[in-house]
């Protein structure tokens, strides 16, 4: 039995899909200490995105500058924090919360850290629990047990900014379908754009305009994919907020993207979400949403968890654009 708790910290990780695969904790924990202060720390742009779900009650941005992190150690000492929670495997991130004092300090061994936590949990091996399952873990080192996992809430004026982008490019009121064919991570989790074009123009044969997403980074990927599709692509890369992002996903009649943060957006937002793996795990990292279908065809060697192949990515040339066809029509139906 863990006694209530007054003031609970929690360390976001740092990656998109890692933090939406944090929100069965976050939702635990505010089950478990519902008159708990609860505060999270992270990403300024993954902060305002959870923070619309009401899972903690102040979220403060990761500074950049020592100077600023310095601060809001003092800031958050000053706040007396009883135990946190410390989500990235990185020796920072444990020795930041000792330095804002809190009494409890849990998380995964890793990095050497283990001196800077008080409770340093054994991590599982890759892929044998979910990586939400394994924030889980850590949690009900205080108490919380999963709950009912709603759909991401939108943050105020998402969806408005959505419409009004929509609506700018001539597609207001259109229904849509979403491609995501970036993968920050590497090659060797991207499917070709040869095979997203194809797909798209599926799509669209079926009276969907197709917006090709991703970060501004992915631009040339995106626009080799809509140059294969024609005049129904739309590319939208680095042209919206991740707030505004997911309510694109949220108005799309179904999203295909590598497996990357733009699929645990979608899939987070209750849209449905068809998923395709290369190098990585399934198992470990696959989108967790209402509506989730995973396309992985694992060779022996997989997974190798490498950015990229040496062997010419068999296991991404074993997706064909008509198997993708077949989990978006099983995920949308
Ligand atoms: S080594 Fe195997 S799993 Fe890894 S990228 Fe190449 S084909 Fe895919």
């Not at 976001?12 to 924990?29: K, T």
């Not at 929509?166 to 229904?175: E, I, N, Q, S, V």
């Amino acid at each position: 039995m863990v006694r209530p708790l007054e003031r609970l910290l929690v360390r976001l990780p740092n990656w998109l899909g890692d933090a939406l695969m944090s929100r069965p904790l976050l939702h635990a924990l505010r089950a478990a200490h519902p008159a708990a202060e609860l505060r999270a720390v992270g990403p300024r742009e993954l902060v305002e995105l959870l923070a619309a779900a009401r899972v903690f009650d102040q979220g403060h941005p990761w500074p950049a500058g020592r100077s600023g992190r310095a601060a809001l150690e003092r800031t958050l000492r000053a706040w007396r924090p009883e135990a946190a929670l410390v989500l990235p495997p990185s020796f920072s991130s444990a020795l930041f919360a000792r330095r804002c004092g809190a009494a409890v300090r849990v998380g995964f061994r890793h990095e050497a850290r283990r001196a800077l936590l008080t409770r340093a949990l054994p991590r599982p091996a890759r892929g044998d629990l979910h990586l939400s399952r394994e924030y889980l873990l850590l949690g009900a080192e205080l108490g919380a047990h999963a709950v009912p996992l709603p759909d991401l809430a939108l943050p105020a004026g998402a969806a408005e900014r959505a419409a009004a982008l929509l609506a700018a490019r001539g597609l207001a009121g259109r229904d849509c379908a979403v491609l995501g064919p970036g993968a920050t991570y590497g090659p060797a989790k991207r499917w070709s754009a040869e095979r997203f074009a194809a797909l798209g123009r599926a799509l669209a044969a079926r009276g969907l305009a197709v917006l090709v997403c991703g970060a501004a980074a992915e631009r040339a990927t995106c626009a080799a994919v809509a140059e294969g599709l024609g005049p129904a692509a739309l590319v939208l890369a680095g042209e919206t907020d991740l707030a505004a992002q997911a309510a694109l996903l949220a108005r799309a009649a179904v999203a295909v993207c590598n497996d990357s943060g733009l699929a645990h957006l979608s899939a987070a937002v209750g849209t449905p979400t068809v998923t395709i793996f290369g190098s990585t795990s399934s198992a470990w990292t696959a989108p967790l949403g209402r509506r989730v279908r995973v396309v992985q065809h694992a060779p022996v060697c997989a997974p190798c968890f490498q950015r990229s192949c040496r062997i010419g990515t068999p296991c991404l040339e074993a997706v064909t654009v008509a198997g993708v066809g077949r989990a978006v029509d099983q995920v949308a139906a």
